[in-house]
């Protein structure tokens, strides 16, 4: 089974997160505009559209 994963030392808070964006199963999200985005496992199939869609390299895919 293949989720998307968060690296958080790499999230920058972006306020208009494209990664969020990106996620059409909507399986990010936020909290609080000052937290990270984290991913509901039960959503994610690992299309990685979120991995492509942040430039800062906080998403992953990986097989768990």
């Known amino acids: 089974m293949i989720k998307a994963t ?3 030392d790499n999230c920058k808070y972006c306020k208009k997160c494209l ?3 990106a996620c059409s199963t909507k ?5 609080d ?10 959503l994610c199939y690992g299309c ?11 998403m ?3 097989e768990f």
């Open 48 to 58: 990685a559209k979120c991995v492509a869609a942040c430039p800062y390299d906080t």
């Open 6 to 8: 968060v690296k958080f």
């Open 33 to 42: 505009e000052d937290e990270p985005v984290a991913v509901d496992t039960n």
């Open 19 to 21: 990664a969020l964006k």
């Open 60 to 62: 992953a895919v990986k």
């Open 27 to 31: 399986a990010l999200f936020r909290l």
